[in-house]
């Protein structure tokens, strides 16, 4: 693959407009780029969990996997009719939650966002996930949105949620457990 950025800018979006895909022109405050813009802040916050060091190597191996799958998940945003995500992308999601919920006790309380960094930003990595679905729900009533690129995000937040109990154990032994306040 050749130079496929060689300008950065090309002032072409002060107008208030960005270019998708497929060539077309569309308002920066579009439902599509609201929605490839909220996956893509949350491949951003996946790296912030990866920046952690000394995470479980199973973790690192299935963030960074995950992250190529949001780029592309994205990609399928960004340019309409392209279909990137497949049902065996949603599969593997659905493995990895069990592989990495069976280790984990039942939960009985809620529990608090934290736990220590790296479970922290998959926290914050799961919200926005889940804001990515959001915007993608909303693409959805107006253009179309494969089934398959909604069920992918619902199931990424359910693992991070996960992964994130994995993470407070590794770095802190415990989770933090929500204490309901007396009325």
Known sequence: MGNRLSKIY???????TTGLGDGSRVPKTSLRIEA????????????????????PADVVALLTDIQHSLFDLGGELAVPGYRAIKEEHVTRLEQ??????????????FIL??????????????????????????????????????RY????SDLLFVVARVLARHENGSEVLWRREPR
């Open 96 to 109: 990895a939650l069990d592989r990495f919920n069976e280790a984990l006790p039942p939960l009985k309380e």
């Open 10 to 16: 090309t002032r072409t979006g002060d107008d208030g």
């Open 36 to 55: 490839f813009g909220t996956v893509d802040e949350a491949n951003s916050a996946l790296a912030l969990v990866l920046a952690v060091p000394n995470l």
């Open 153 to 156: 995000l619902n199931r990424l």
């Open 113 to 150: 966002p934290g736990g220590g960094p790296a479970s922290a930003a998959c926290h914050l990595a799961r919200a926005i996930t889940r804001r990515a679905e959001r915007c993608a729900w909303r693409l959805k009533e107006t253009e179309d949105v494969a089934e398959e690129l909604l």
